[in-house]
Nanobody, 116 residues
Framework: QVHLVESGGGLVQAGGSLRLSCAAS????????MGWYRQAPGKQRELVAT???????NYADSVKGRFTISRDNIKNTVNLQMNSLKPEDTAVYYC??????????WGQGTQVTVSS
């Protein structure tokens, strides 16, 4: 069993920045991919960014150049630095951990609200 705890959400004005963090604990299998997804009201959950154990990154087109994902394999943490935030980035952001050796895990979500 793996437990994911997110932090760092909040309210920010358009153009501002936020940093999300996620700490994983428990029986974590490697290699794995950690990432962030988001879900806005009335919309489906969508990928924001992922990063593999080896450091390979993948970003949604909508956040490329504005968001940066990073991870610490020793601490089992993943961070999302979000710059130049837009109102359309408003959503609940979920941390995710996925490994071929175990089921997929999700955090409880953290709200990000960007005011115009």
């Amino acid at each position: 069993q793996v437990h994911l705890v997110e932090s760092g959400g909040g309210l920010v004005q358009a153009g501002g920045s936020l940093r999300l963090s996620c700490a994983a604990s428990g029986n974590i299998f490697s290699p794995n991919t950690m990432g962030w997804y988001r879900q806005a009201p009335g919309k489906q959950r969508e990928l924001v960014a992922t990063i593999s154990s080896s450091g390979s990154r993948n970003y949604a087109d909508s956040v490329k150049g504005r968001f940066t994902i990073s991870r610490d394999n020793i601490k089992n943490t993943v961070n999302l630095q979000m710059n130049s935030l837009k109102p359309e980035d408003t959503a609940v952001y979920y941390c995710n951990l996925d490994s071929r050796w175990d089921r997929e895990y999700w955090g409880q979500g953290t709200q990000v609200t960007v005011s115009s």
